[in-house]
């Protein structure tokens, strides 16, 4: 391919293993790149149990025992997404841009201009923005406005998600 035009990843996979002619090097390869992966879905799966459970619970009895039902729970759910979706990239893609706006940036700007709150009061604000997206996504003045300008409405998520993060702070 010419510079700068993009490749897929595939096309590049296929054409390694093509000029690979030792299976025992294929296997070896395959067994490397499956290690990795699941190496960083273990880490990932692992501190998201473990955040769940300090941020939900405070004391210091029974937290492993919330970390292992976190676990299980974001296990499963992924588990559900994962087999529900064909395109799961296109969603991860579509939540980080639809989620991620009105839930993390207001407490950031929260923090930065010196707001310092407890716990209770993240959650909520994350609870608020979560609820405020999901309200303005169904809505179909905002589902229209979504497909037509998305940057216009995800600043206008963002905007609403932080007045309700400054309401509940």
Known sequence: APVGEEVDHLVVYSYLFALLDQPLLK???LMGLTAMSMSTADSLLNSSAV????????????KLNIAKMGAVL??????????SFNRLVFIGKYVIRLFYPPIV???????FLGFRGNTKSALLGILAGFITTLVL??????????????I????????IGQVANIVVH
């Open 27 to 29: 296997s070896l390869i």
């Open 51 to 62: 955040m769940v459970a300090h941020d939900l619970y405070s004391g210091k009895r029974n």
């Open 74 to 83: 974001i296990g499963v759910g992924s588990l559900v997404i994962a087999l």
């Open 105 to 111: 940036l207001p407490l950031l700007l929260l923090s």
């Open 137 to 150: 996504t169904v809505h179909p003045f905002f589902e229209a406005m979504l497909k037509k300008d998305a």
């Open 152 to 159: 216009t409405c995800l600043l206008a998520f963002t905007v």
